[in-house]
């Protein structure tokens, strides 16, 4: 019963904060991993990639991950429900209230900061989901996994092509999972 | 009763055929809301994505919220919110009990160790959009380099860095530049 609570709080904290939409949840849900077991670092690399390969909003698909990790079905919809109730009660005041919030002097010099703020945590996050991904750790030093790293390395340039670029996401999973199994890695 | 219903299933198809939320669902919330319900015109509906970014919270379940309040207030809000996370909730739901089921098999486990790989891909570059995005001017440049010292080096909370930042922002923007954010 306690761990429903605190999954309830813990999500309801995210929507109430993560600023910046689906990739703006994820330093939350990293700081989580470090509180409680609920989950480890190896599963949130799974939670991105079987979030990112489904329909549905990425910050939505990964909240209802962690929260079926730590409790199951149940868990799914305790975690979804703490995520959304934050948004429900903002938005709906916005609308009532504040026509014209989007224009106000403080709320654009606010986001003017916080977008590039969020840009810098999610790129910190980053590495160390990439550290935890292609590194194995034993007592504190880590050793790559050259495989991976050079199939990290290959994805990305290609990526940075124009023309790659509108193939999604799953595509490049389901080329990670072909490469993976020939090549045995 | 009957816009309550159609709110739903609006939003649940929108949710349940769209991936990756988002920016990825305008052209999606344009055919339900916009060509299909005429519920807002295409302007309005630029207007509440706008809000939906700068309110904390997933952007798609802002725009959701605020589109089903616009139509049917609180509860048409509630109802629009329930239709979008639906389809996540059994999608997801499913795939992690199969994953979960199938993830000690040594072909898994050699897919699995490839997607990693490319999870790191999409993120690096899925920052590198976003920067793309955001830095476009020296107050950006600045506050990403003074965000990622904390971010990177301590275990300084996220929302600590982010309250920290909008005061910045707002300090820099209203009291010093007198209003103007160009």
Known sequence: MKTVILLFLEFMKIGFVAVGGGPATLPYLMELTEKYDWYTMEDLTNMIAVSESTPGPLGLNMATYAGYKTLGLFGGIVSTAGLVIPSIIVICLIARFLENFNENKYVKGAFAAIRPAVVAIIAASVYRVCKVSMFAESNGSYTPYPKLLVLCVIVFALLQVKKLQKYHPALWLLFAVIVGIVFRF | ?182
């Not at chain 2, 807002?40 to 379940?61: F, K, N, R, S």
């Not at chain 2, 089903?68 to 809000?77: C, D, E, L, N, S």
């Open chain 2, 1 to 182: 009763m009957k816009i309550y219903w159609q709110l739903f299933c609006a939003f649940f198809r929108i949710g349940g055929l769209t991936f990756g939320g988002g920016l990825a669902q305008l052209p999606m919330l344009k055919f339900e809301i916009v060509q299909k319900y005429h519920w807002m015109d295409e302007e309005e509906l630029l207007d509440v994505y706008a809000i939906g970014q700068c309110t904390p919270g997933i952007i798609a379940i802002n725009t959701a919220t605020y589109v089903g309040y616009k139509k049917a207030g609180v509860p048409g809000g509630i109802v629009a919110t329930i239709g979008m996370v639906m389809p996540s909730l059994i999608i997801i739901t499913l795939a992690a009990a199969i994953l979960q089921a199938i993830i000690d098999n040594v072909w898994v486990q050699h897919a699995i160790m490839g997607i990693r790989a490319v999870v790191c891909a999409l993120m690096l570059n899925t920052v590198l959009t976003m920067g793309r995005k955001t830095l476009k001017n020296h107050f950006a440049y600045v506050i990403c380099a003074l965000a990622f010292l904390p971010a990177f080096f301590t275990k300084t909370p996220t929302l600590v860095i982010v309250v920290a930042a909008a005061l910045i922002g707002i300090i820099w923007y209203v009291v010093i530049r007198g209003g103007e954010t160009k």
